[in-house]
């Protein structure tokens, strides 16, 4: 069973970055995807971005729109989030997520429940 725990959140102002970090213990993340989900206070979670084992990512276009990168390390076990040019409505608990698929694999799961394995997320707070 994978275990995962998110760091790098924290508080930035407006126009501010962070790096997120999903690292990943107890077997290879390198055969899973791995998404980012996001979820503010009293609002539905939501999805952030994927990206599959070959390296492939797909992102939520609203939420993403070119300020968000995500990559991933296989040699560090960990999935990265690039967050750029923040807004006081990116403030939320960032969670990854993972789900086997197998190497070299483009699928990049976007629903939440199609993914196995949650971290316990870090918080993102951005001032205006």
């Known amino acids: 069973q994978v275990h995962l725990l998110e760091s790098g959140g924290g508080l930035v102002q407006t126009g501010g970055s962070l790096r997120l970090s999903c690292a990943a213990s107890?077997?290879?993340?390198?055969?899973?995807?791995v998404g980012w989900f996001r979820q503010a206070l009293g609002k539905e979670q939501e999805f952030v971005a994927a990206?599959?084992?070959?390296?492939?990512?797909?992102y939520d276009s609203e939420s993403a729109k070119g300020r968000f990168t995500i990559s991933r390390d296989h040699a560090k076990n960990t999935v990265y989030l690039q967050l750029n040019s923040l807004k006081p409505e990116d403030t939320a608990l960032y969670l990854c997520?993972?789900?086997?698929?197998?190497?070299?694999?483009?699928?990049?799961?976007?629903?939440?429940?199609?993914?196995?394995?949650w971290g316990q997320g870090t918080q993102v707070t951005v001032s205006s």
């Open positions: 997520a993972a789900d086997y698929v197998g190497t070299y694999s483009n699928y990049v799961p976007r629903r939440s429940k199609d993914y196995d394995v």
């Open positions: 107890g077997r290879t993340l390198s055969t899973y995807a």
């Open positions: 990206i599959g084992t070959s390296g492939y990512n797909t």
